[in-house]
């Protein structure tokens, strides 16, 4: 690899990455906090850069000001392997401008507000489209979670086999817990694909 | 009203780029892992103060998200000036461990759980 590794410092620790996708409001930074070993960071583009199409800006013409956030954390799962966590922005239709931000991830959790299920039928969407692993997580707000699992994924419709958990996405156990589900998941698909 | 303000914020940027809002090279990711080169190469010149300051926070390896976060900077910005900085042997890179659907990496998922499993 040209230039890898030809410094001094200690050296650069491979990393992946897994997003944290749901609907505005969900809880995504707030998950994202719970289990980052940082303070969550936020890096923004200007709306107004970085090549949009004109179908793009539509609605926000008069806004050259815009930007969109995007929230992350670290986890370092070993001495060289750091796991990212990317909080996606809201709008799913925003996401392009990190032109790489779905591509290389382990996987996803999408994040459900049950009040609000609609809110997170784009994220989920958009990851059966481009084939990357997922898994549901509902955020209980104050922890409360009024409605079985069962209803849950009925109302999303999902395939069979995506996990869906109960979480609170404030408790750092419980959003360790989805993330383990979400790597089970991919390990146990990564046997399956070994075994064919 | 702080939309004057913040326009500023983030259009001023693009003067560290000399304009330029595309990078002239793509090896730079969300994730991909910056080192300042140690020494600097020989008979360069002194950087300038925002290149300065990326060579400053990518001392010990840092991934370039958190190096726009760092920097307060959109990262379209930061990674044009890192490309300049590649270019000119001011830094090293390492790409993000490479995610194949069809051949996954059992033993990168395995280390995966198990630091998860520490939390």
């Not at chain 1, 784009?122 to 898994?135: K, L, W």
């Not at chain 1, 922890?143 to 999303?156: F, K, N, Q, S, W």
């Not at chain 2, 993000?96 to 939390?119: A, F, I, M, S």
Request: aromatic content about 6%.
């Amino acid at each position: 690899m040209a230039g890898s590794d030809t410094t001094a410092a200690r050296p650069a620790p491979d990393t992946v990455k897994i997003l944290i996708a749901g609907g505005f409001g969900v809880g995504k930074t707030t998950m994202v906090g719970s289990v980052s070993e940082i303070v969550p960071l936020r890096t923004e583009e200007p709306l107004t850069m970085a090549g949009l199409d004109v179908d793009d800006l539509n609605g926000v013409e008069e806004k050259r000001a815009t930007t969109v956030a995007l929230d992350f954390g670290r986890i370092s799962v070993s001495d060289d392997l750091v796991l990212y966590l990317f909080g996606t922005p809201g709008q799913q239709r925003f996401w392009f401008m990190w032109n790489d931000l779905a591509v290389g991830a382990l996987g996803a959790v999408v994040l459900v507000d049950v009040r609000r299920p609609k809110t997170s039928f784009a994220a989920i969407d958009f990851f059966e489209r481009r084939g990357i692993p997922f898994v549901i997580a509902v955020n209980g707000f104050h922890g409360e979670h009024p409605y079985p699992v069962e209803d849950i994924r009925d109302a999303l419709t999902l395939p069979d086999g995506v996990p869906v958990m109960l979480c609170d996405a404030r408790e750092r156990e419980s959003c360790r817990d989805v993330l383990i589900a979400l790597v089970d998941r991919l390990i146990a698909q990564a046997e399956a694909e070994a075994a064919s | 009203m702080g939309g004057s303000d913040s326009a500023g914020r983030l259009v001023r940027p693009f003067t560290l780029t000399g304009g330029r809002t595309r990078p002239s090279r793509a090896d730079f990711t969300l994730i991909t892992t910056v080192t300042a080169a140690d020494p600097q190469p020989e008979g360069a010149a002194r950087p300038q103060p925002e290149h300065a300051r990326i060579l400053r926070l990518c001392a010990e390896p840092v991934a370039v998200a958190e190096l726009a976060a760092r920097l307060d900077l959109p990262m379209s910005v930061v990674v044009i000036m890192l490309c300049d900085l590649l270019e000119a042997g001011r830094i090293s890179i390492h790409p993000p461990h490479p995610v194949n659907r069809t051949t996954p990496d059992l033993d990168l998922l395995q280390k995966v759980r198990e630091g998860l499993g520490r939390l």
